[in-house]
């Protein structure tokens, strides 16, 4: 572990949490409240691990004590990868076309902000041709293979988009190349879009997406500990060993580069070569959570969290969901002050080293796996929650009748009069379907893991090209992605009503029943699907599955243990090759690393050897019918009447 962290965070705190109490204190006439917290926080990088990360830890703390919650920081070890040195160069014969060199001290106090680079990529140099590679994805070989181009040895360079970068990178290592090179092309989100940062919102040519390419879709959080939670400081946990770590990580060199140098690279020509070294860290460091909780009158509890690291200052990414959670915390705090009481307890958790492969969260969930499944009733996901006023919100089946309510409760920040339950209704003016959630955000421990119903919603419309860059600062938020505030606001209002009555329902808010019928859709859906142009699944596959979610239906209205529903769905040895990953319905699809793919297993039973894909759906069809009597004995002993606990 590497320990001087506390000791620098005692050196800043006069300065850095003293300063920022009087900025929140001071009095500021009419600026908005999300604006100054907005503009408090983005004050200093949050990269984990750094100093600048538990400073800010200790200010959201500071915020939650204020409104009165009960502050817990949740302090792990945790596996992390920082850049040491970074080197990127373009020669053409004896003429260097740019070179960019950067060094960075994860120690550093105070914290610097963090150069572009891929977290987790190998370290070495090498020295090579380029070969353009498009998105990167298994097509894109296909096709080069085909043409007679190989790239073993070679510098791939792959544009981002598509796919989580992880794949990208694991693609081009499976395929022998020596290192890959990501950018974002600037017809997507650069000047093709418009004008670039400062004067407008898009990607000038010299800024980078950094990010993580940690293997999501085999397990996310701490390397080193995979299915179980990460140790306390002080205490000698269980790890992985270094070899078994390795093994887990990438073998390559990979590195994010500006659209201006990948514009030099393509157009040098095939003599070209380009000279990469890199030296990243790959320690032990402390990582802090920080939990605040409004306790209630049992047992149950309901979680709102976002995570507050970022790559350098993340104004978007994830300020906005920072900032919209703590001020969802003034607005309960005034409702308890009015006389409101908690039924369920409500928490709201500010997850550390996201960004690194959903590091905080995972660890957390993993740690308190029992108290979830037996009291947790719903994870809310907030990530970057703000660039711009449209709604949107994708998740778990089971909470129409709760989103109905609150909903209609809070405006529509684009309509004089309007709501939010209007503007979410589709054309023929019933509501939108919610989307499956992949991955690529804490909700994944709650919902691939442990089985807990989760919701994750967002206000778009104004989005630039900011992500993971130095400018995702608090001037691109204030000019192009939220300058009325209306939607932070709008989000923090949202996130408290939907808490308030999630609270207040208890265990009766998910509705099983609803949970039952969505599944039942799911799978049939399926089983229209195509596959190299014949069905997958099939109708009659698909039929046997979703018989036994129709039966359940009935069985489960007003079950006071529908609230489990998800969680027996979960298969306890896990996926085919990931089982850290327990939804056989649902996981976040191998080639794509975020989107979710329906019934992951049986899809891959369809490509192998016959018969399997009968075993798979008979798996999954004895484990319903088992789930059916379980309910039927539950409904029969009198146990139907739903509590709140």
Wanted: charged share 25%; glycine share 12%.
């Amino acid at each position: 572990m590497t320990p001087p962290i506390r000791n620098a965070f005692r050196l800043l705190s006069a300065l850095s949490i003293a300063g920022w109490v009087g900025l929140a204190r001071a009095g500021d006439g009419e600026e908005p409240i999300c604006r100054r917290l907005s503009r408090e926080l983005t004050s200093h990088t949050r990269l984990a691990g750094t100093v600048g990360s538990e400073s800010g830890a200790r200010w959201v703390a500071e915020r939650l004590s204020e409104c009165g919650f009960e502050v817990e920081l949740d302090r792990r070890v945790v596996l992390l990868s920082h850049p040491r040195f970074l080197h990127v160069s373009l020669r053409s014969g004896d003429e260097e076309l740019f070179a960019r060199t950067q060094t960075f001290d994860p120690r550093a106090i105070p914290a610097g902000d963090v150069p572009i680079y891929s977290a987790w990529s190998h370290s070495g140099r090498t020295t090579a041709r380029v070969v353009d590679v498009g998105r990167g994805l298994q097509a894109d070989y296909a096709r080069l293979a085909r043409a007679g181009v190989g790239v073993a040895g070679r510098v791939v360079l792959a544009r981002y988009g598509g796919a989580y970068r992880g794949i990208k990178a694991k693609l081009a290592q499976a395929h022998g190349a020596a290192a890959i090179l990501l950018f974002s092309d600037p017809e997507e989100d650069g000047a093709g879009k418009g004008e670039v940062y400062p004067k407008g919102r898009f990607k000038p040519g010299w800024a980078a997406q950094r990010g993580s390419i940690s293997s999501l879709t085999v397990a996310p959080g701490d390397v080193t500990t995979p299915g179980w939670a990460s140790p306390p400081p002080g205490v000698q946990g269980r790890r992985l060993s270094a070899e078994e770590t390795a093994a887990r990580l990438p073998g390559i060199l990979c590195t994010p580069i500006g659209a201006d140098e990948a514009g030099a690279i393509l157009d040098a020509g095939e003599d070209a070569r380009v000279h990469i070294e890199l030296e990243l860290e790959r320690k032990l460091f402390e990582i802090v959570n920080v939990l605040g909780r409004l306790p209630g009158t049992g047992e149950d509890f309901v979680i709102a969290g976002n995570h507050r690291d970022a790559w350098v200052r993340g104004a978007q990414d994830a300020g906005s969901g920072t900032v919209s959670l703590l001020r969802a915390a003034q607005l309960l705090r005034a409702r308890v002050d009015d006389g409101w009481q908690p039924r369920a307890a409500i928490v709201l958790a500010f997850w550390d080293a996201e960004e690194f492969g959903l590091i905080g969260s995972t660890e957390w969930g993993e740690a308190h796996a029992e108290r979830l499944r037996e009291h947790g009733l719903c994870y809310i996901n907030a990530d970057s929650t703000v660039s711009g006023l449209n709604f949107g919100i994708g998740g778990s089946a089971g909470f129409q009748g709760v989103l109905n309510e609150v909903l209609k409760r809070v405006p529509d920040p684009k309509s004089s009069g309007g709501n939010l339950w209007q503007a979410w209704q589709s054309e023929d003016g019933k509501p939108k379907e919610l989307r499956l959630l992949g991955s690529g955000s804490d909700f994944t421990v709650f919902v691939h893991h442990l089985g807990l119903p989760a919701l994750n919603f967002s206000f778009h419309g104004n989005a630039g090209g900011q992500y993971h860059t130095s400018f995702d600062d608090f001037l691109q938020m204030d000019r192009f992605l939220d300058p009325t505030w209306q939607g932070h606001e709008t989000a923090a209002r949202f996130v408290c009503e939907l808490l308030l009555e999630m609270s207040t329902r208890g265990r009766s808010g998910f509705d099983g029943a609803e949970a039952a019928a969505f599944m039942a859709r799911l799978v049939r859906r399926a089983g229209l699907e195509e596959l190299d142009g014949e069905p997958w699944l099939g109708s009659l596959h698909a039929e046997r599955i979703a018989v036994q979610f129709d039966a359940l239906q009935g069985r489960l209205k007003g079950l006071e243990t529908a609230y489990r529903f998800y969680q027996e769905l979960l298969q306890p040895r896990g996926l085919q090759g990931r089982p850290w990953y327990r939804n056989p319905y649902w996981a976040p699809g191998i080639e794509s690393g975020y989107a979710a793919e329906t019934l992951p297993d049986l899809r891959r039973a369809a490509r192998g050897e016959k018969g399997e894909l009968d075993s798979g759906v008979q798996t999954l069809v004895d484990a319903l019918e088992a789930y059916r009597s379980t309910v039927s004995e539950a409904a029969g002993a009198g146990t139907g009447e739903t509590t709140t606990r």
